[in-house]
Each structure stands twice: as structure tokens, then as C-alpha cells.
């Protein structure tokens, strides 16, 4: 089974700093690109980055310039070097895979995965 854990949330100032980290593990084939997404309190998902397998990355606009995505290959990780932070990025941060398992009996196919999001919490 595949699974996803984050880790690297907290609390943190205004104008501070976190990085997060996620680590996917189990019987995967091939990693087609990973991201994070965040949640606020009342409000829905949003994306918020994403790394391709060929190192291509996308932000969404709010986070351009103050945050970074990254990816360690062969850990099966990404990070997101949150710089500048604001309290509007206070959320639940979850990370996103789209990867390829290798089958257990079935047709190879590629699926989507969620860790159990880490909350990032930037006091004012």
C-alpha cells in the first residue's frame, strides 16, 4: 500500500519561515508529480504547488516568490520551503501525489494519494 506523511508544520511569526516535508512510501512503480494543497477554517482546498517527474513546478499566484518546491528523487520526497509567511497561509497543508503502484494482481494504472495534512499556523 502507498502511503503519504508530512511532517514540518507549526506556529510561526509573520515573515517567518517553515519547510515542510513529505515522504511517500510503499510499492510504487513511478512518482508522476507531487504537490501540496491547503485548507483554512470555512474555506475549500486549494492548490498550492506541485513538482513534476521532470522537475517542472507550478505555484498557485499568492505563493509566487516566498515559497519553493522541491523534490528528493530518490526518497521519494518533496519539500516546500515557505518563506515570508503571512496569516493568510495559516492552514491545514496536505500533500498530493499522482503515482503509478506496481500492481498487486491488477492492470497498471496511476492513482492519486492525500497525506493527513499538517497544520501551519503564522501569528501576526
Known amino acids: 500500500q502507498v502511503q503519504l506523511v508530512e511532517s514540518g508544520g507549526g506556529l510561526v511569526q509573520a515573515g517567518g519561515s517553515l519547510r515542510l516535508s513529505c515522504v511517500a512510501s510503499g510499492s510504487i512503480f513511478v512518482i508522476n508529480a507531487m504537490g501540496w494543497y491547503r485548507q483554512a477554517p470555512g474555506k475549500q482546498r486549494e492548490f498550492v504547488a506541485e513538482?513534476?517527474?521532470?522537475?517542472?513546478?507550478d505555484y498557485t499566484a499568492s505563493v509566487k516568490g516566498r515559497f519553493t518546491i522541491s523534490k528528493d528523487n530518490a526518497k521519494n520526497t518533496v519539500y516546500l520551503q515557505m518563506n515570508s509567511l503571512k496569516p493568510e497561509d495559516t492552514a491545514v497543508y496536505y500533500c498530493n501525489a499522482d503515482l503509478r503502484p506496481y500492481p498487486n494482481g491488477g492492470d497498471w494504472a496511476d492513482y492519486e494519494y492525500w497525506g493527513q495534512g499538517t497544520q501551519v499556523t503564522v501569528s501576526s
Open positions: 513538482i513534476t517527474h521532470s522537475g517542472r513546478t
